[in-house]
């Protein structure tokens, strides 16, 4: 017999809602990847009923067999959230949480004759609303009554799991998914009236390079959203400092060349004289307010919508190092020096590579940020989590196996395992 809370350890496990992807598993080096969407079928379509296909959603990597026209992609592709966030009443979108919830529990359900559920700590954005932790602890003891696959689950906000995969509870977590990037001021819990949640992450960094795809030649490829990601994340690089890298990539243009070569296909993309251009893919993360973004917000390409905190109006396009600073403003001054010695970026939008042979222009997000905030005067430690797109995740796993088994849920401290047997 193992005790309970060896039991606990053993089945601990932990989901990250992104905005883009779904991250879960119980304790590994990595979690699984699912993307978070799902494809809802159309019931009163016959070719469904002839291929004896009875499901109403699918999710997981099947769902590329089903994507058909772009017409039917709009219509029946279910992305559920929208910077980390779901409507109350969006049934539609909640039922994909359901089936992607059930399917990575079931994908990991054992066949242990004791299993009696795992201990799930799911993490969702800072800025969640009340009722999106009271349906994903529905929908968890939904998918336990139907497949006994949950002991107990609890809820924490994406950046205190980073904080707590790092081993620390006093810092900033800045965190660039897909769809969002939240910068949070953590001591103990993340301070609620401090957190400023901005509407930009990797998205936006591909709808530049979808322009600079169509200013190179390529606009009969911009439509496939996969394809621009795999260009951004191949060719993008942050510059030190966005003018001397455009400078220096100008004048050595072998050096700086951008190729991309598609695979499964004979296209090879080629940025050519336009190869500079790679630079203001990685600096429109953190400085789209800069001018030489204009011309492209001008012609279209959609400007970050603002936020808001408290009675304020943050820019969509603040400097990233602005933001951070506005943020640790909120906090009591005796706190921010402490804050500034931790500053901690999470999430794939962070993850941009820096090619050996482009070192003297190419960084790092934490060398960017560091560097930022330097030009502000301030003297910050920065750090990027190892694996920057699933620290998340990690710290689920890390707080799953940390609280004791009889630490009950508490809306009050927002803490603790929320149990229904
Ligand atoms: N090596 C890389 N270089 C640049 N961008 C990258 C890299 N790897 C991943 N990304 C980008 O990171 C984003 C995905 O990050 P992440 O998985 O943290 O987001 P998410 O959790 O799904 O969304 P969110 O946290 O906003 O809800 C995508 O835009 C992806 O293109
Ligand atoms: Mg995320």
């Known amino acids: 017999m193992i005790s309970i809370e060896e039991y606990r350890r053993k089945y601990a496990f932990g989901e990250d809602y992104g905005t883009s992807e779904y991250k879960f598993g119980p304790v590994a080096e990595r979690p699984d990847v699912i993307e978070n969407r799902g494809f809802i079928i159309d019931k009163s379509s016959i070719v469904y009923r002839i291929a004896g296909i009875t499901k109403n959603i699918i999710v997981g990597p099947e769902v590329s067999m089903y994507l058909g026209s772009r017409e039917d992609m709009a219509r029946f592709l279910v992305y559920p959230m929208r910077d980390g966030v779901i409507g109350k009443d969006d049934e539609r979108a909640w039922s994909v949480i359901y089936e992607i919830t059930k399917y990575g529990l079931l994908k990991f359900k054992p066949s242990d004759p004791k299993f009696k559920g795992f201990y ?38 994406q950046p205190l799991a980073v904080a707590i995969a790092q081993k620390t509870i006093t810092c900033i977590v800045v965190e660039s998914g897909h769809g969002n990037t939240q910068i949070t001021p953590i001591s103990r819990y993340p301070i609620r009236g401090a957190i400023i949640s901005l509407n930009r992450g990797g998205a936006e960094a591909n709808d530049i390079t979808a322009e600079i795809l169509k200013d190179s030649g390529y606009g009969d490829l911009v439509h496939e959203e996969k394809l621009v990601r795999m260009v951004k994340e191949a060719i993008g690089l942050i510059p030190r400092n966005l003018n001397e890298a455009i400078k220096k990539a100008r004048e050595d243009k072998d050096r700086f060349r951008a190729v991309f070569k598609v695979p499964n296909t004979p296209t090879v993309i080629d940025l050519g004289d336009n190869s500079w251009m790679r630079f203001l893919i990685g600096e ?82 934490a060398t960017k940020i560091k560097a930022l905030l330097k030009e502000r005067n301030i003297d910050a430690i920065v750090e990027l989590t190892r694996d920057p797109m699933y620290s998340v995740w990690k710290g689920c796993i890390v707080y799953s196996i940390a609280v004791p088994d009889d630490y009950l849920w508490s809306w009050r401290r927002m803490e603790g395992w929320y149990k229904w047997r």
């Open 120 to 157: 799930v700590t799911a993490a969702l954005s800072a800025i969640a609303p009340k009722y999106m932790y009271e349906k994903v602890f529905e929908i968890h003891k939904k998918i336990d009554e139907e497949y006994g696959v949950v002991k107990a689950v609890t809820i924490i906000p």
């Open 284 to 365: 429109i993360v953190f400085d789209p307010e800069n001018e030489i973004f204009e011309s492209y917000y001008k012609r279209g390409m959609p400007r970050p919508r603002d936020t808001r905190l408290g009675d304020e109006i943050i820019r969509g396009t603040i400097n990233l190092a602005d933001a951070i600073i506005k943020s640790a403003q909120k906090t009591p001054l005796e706190l921010q020096p402490h804050l500034y010695k931790r500053i901690i970026l999470s999430g794939g939008n962070f993850a941009w590579k820096v090619p050996e042979l482009l070192k003297d222009v190419a960084v790092d997000a």
